[in-house]
T-cell receptor
């Protein structure tokens, strides 16, 4: 199993550009999440999904969209990037909402100029 | 709402020193508690967990005990190694109550172990 994979590893954007951060898992996990990690802030939940076709907002959802058309994939979209979205983004998955051990991807480092 | 407070770093120790990283929490109900570790350039990995009061989680020489009376889950290791240098995150997961079992993380503590 590849586990949780994320692409790209690093991206530079200009303010106002759009992009999609990809996340995929091959463990047939129902529950997937997106976090951002900023210095001194820990990890903050952006959006999450408890299964295909179901998504919900986390702690810091503004400026981000998600969809979950398949069990495997959970892309995160930035429609109009802002410098405040410069961060490291982590995708995570687990079997279902009650299975509490979460598996993290390697992260995407995003710089918005 | 739920929250996790852990000691601010950075923490710098010499090899074979004793490690304690404090973690306290606020949550409704009876959460599960976790320590995650992030090595440089990598994602987070689960280090240990405890799901009910007085449970002790342990892994790789690290231990933490779920103390409901003090709402704490302090991480300890008797003798650290250079390879333990990483960022450590305390986290909790609330069960039910509409929380959808979301994880709440502390801000992280950077540990550096010198030879």
């Amino acid at each position: 199993n590849a586990g949780v994979t994320q692409t790209p590893k690093f991206q530079v954007l200009k303010t106002g550009q759009s992009m999609t951060l990809q996340c995929a898992q091959d463990m047939n996990h129902e529950y997937m999440s997106w976090y951002r990690q900023d210095p001194g802030m820990g990890l903050r939940l952006i959006h999450y999904s408890v299964g295909a076709g179901i998504t919900d907002q986390g702690e810091v959802p503004n400026g981000y969209n998600v969809s979950r058309s398949t069990t495997e994939d959970f892309p995160l979209r930035l429609l109009s990037a802002a410098p405040s979205q410069t961060s490291v983004y982590f995708c995570a998955s687990r079997w279902d909402r009650r299975q509490e051990t979460q598996y993290f991807g390697p992260g995407t480092r995003l710089l918005v100029l | 709402g739920n929250s996790v407070t852990q000691m601010e770093g950075p923490v710098t120790l010499s090899e074979e020193a004793f490690l304690t990283i404090n973690c306290t929490y606020t949550a409704t109900g009876y959460p599960s508690l976790f320590w995650y570790v992030q090595y440089p350039g990598e994602g987070l990995q689960l280090l240990l967990k405890a799901t009910k009061a007085d449970d002790k989680g342990s892994n790789k020489g690290f231990e933490a005990t779920y103390r409901k009376e003090t709402t704490s889950f302090h991480l300890e290791k008797g003798s650290v190694q250079v390879s333990d240098s990483a960022v450590y995150f305390c986290a909790l997961s609330s069960k039910g109550g509409g929380s959808n079992y979301k994880l709440t993380f502390g801000k992280g503590t950077l540990l550096t172990v010198n030879p």
